[in-house]
């Protein structure tokens, strides 16, 4: 096989990570040869496929499941997403302004969500308290049927919704567009990644050998089975979390619809999204069970399942931890019934009635075709389960590994990445343009700018 020349940076998955750091090394670094490797036909076809996740900008404003202190980083995060959208043109294309709430339900809940409403309102000024007399006209199938009193916080024309392949595919052709020399291997699946004495990477595909001065590995799950093959990560284990979603089958709601995270859970409350894949239609979920795949929707390659499950003792105390609190078990357990056939919408009809109290089972579907997987870390030195996005960084290589909020966090990470590759090979990160490009609203509304207005723009 050829030896092909020596590059930059060699990206391996051509997800919204991937895309990402492509987009910010062309732009923003000195990079002259980036080559990115995807092994499917096209960027965005597993966890970052709009199909997949649940479109959400987590913000932070509506998400019960974070702290305050959560809250501040994902927000920091979130707003990159967002100034990218805004500043590149990039509105009702990628991403979308809708409304959003965080709805309690009954006494306590409500009086939680006021405190809530409090702490968070000091983060995000634009959050505003919508009563019952409110949501009636706003939202009224949440009221309709309703005996227990409800409160929503709420927020009107935010950035709340995004399909992550199309900011994906946006993200490539920003790259392309540069004058760097950007190589998109599409149908090239990395099979192995060797490290040479002189301190640069040998990168082989399924047809073809490459070098590379600095390696990041953004594939979903693979990452860390990449990690281990080269020796680092060991103490880590991949639980593999299905998430799977339900549809209505009329439009019942405008705004997205977060609901009260119980704490003892270790997986975000389900919710209701208006979906862009099926005309805004309502999509409840994601549920949250143990699937022993890798990729929801592909052949299992029960090698790999096998490596990154990494089961010792340590990983089976974690287990076990899990199984042990009465309320992880049975919500465990109503996770696995939500996907069977016949029982699947007579269980997961409860939790959608929260947010729509008349829904019955005939107004539902399983969302067939929808659906991801988490790759959720288990640390084996903590005997933890880990939530959020993991990093593992070697002396010019990184290996990301990104369950929810991954997506959100994209931009970040990259820009985090990019750095680190900077200051591994000696060039510049150019911190002024990202921050004024990135980090700020440049303009408020841009409809679809020619490429060349786009140019003038940020010059
Ligand atoms: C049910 C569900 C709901 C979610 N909802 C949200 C949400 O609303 N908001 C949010 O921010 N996040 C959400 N997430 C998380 C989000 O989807 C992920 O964090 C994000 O998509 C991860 O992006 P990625 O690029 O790391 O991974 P992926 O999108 O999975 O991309 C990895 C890529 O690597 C490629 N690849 C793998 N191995 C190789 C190889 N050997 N060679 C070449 N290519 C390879 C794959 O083909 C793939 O394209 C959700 C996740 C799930 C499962």
Redesign the pocket.
Known sequence: MPINKLFDTAI???????TSLLFTLARYTDLNNIIL????DE??????NPK???????VGDIESNYTYEKAQKVKKASLMVSHYIQNFGEVDRVGFKRDKMLLAVGEREVEELKMRFVEFKTLYPYLELWDEAFLATFEPKLLEGREEPILAMGARGQITTVD?KKLSESFVQQALDTDKNIQMRYN????KIEREEDGTFTITSDTTVFQAKTVVV???A?SLLFAQSMGYGKEYAVLPIG?SFFFTKEKYLNSKVYTMQNPKLPFAAIHADPDMTQGWNTRF??TAFALFKLERYHALHLQDLIAALNIDKDVTQVYMNLFKDSTIRRYILKNVLEEMPLVGKEVFIKDARKVIPSLNVKDITFATGY????PQIIDKNKKELLLGEAKIEEDGLVF?M?????????LSIAMQDAEGICEHLGTKFNRLKHENEIQSLKVSSVKEPSLEVKKRAFG
């Open positions: 391996v998955g051509g997800g919204v990570a991937g490797f995807e092994k499917y960027v965005s076809q597993l966890n970052s997949s996740n649940s479109q959400t900008l987590h992550y090239e699946e990395v099979t953004n594939a979903g693979y998430g979920g994601p659906g991801g997987m988490r990301n990104t369950p929810s909020p991954g997506a959100t966090s994209s």
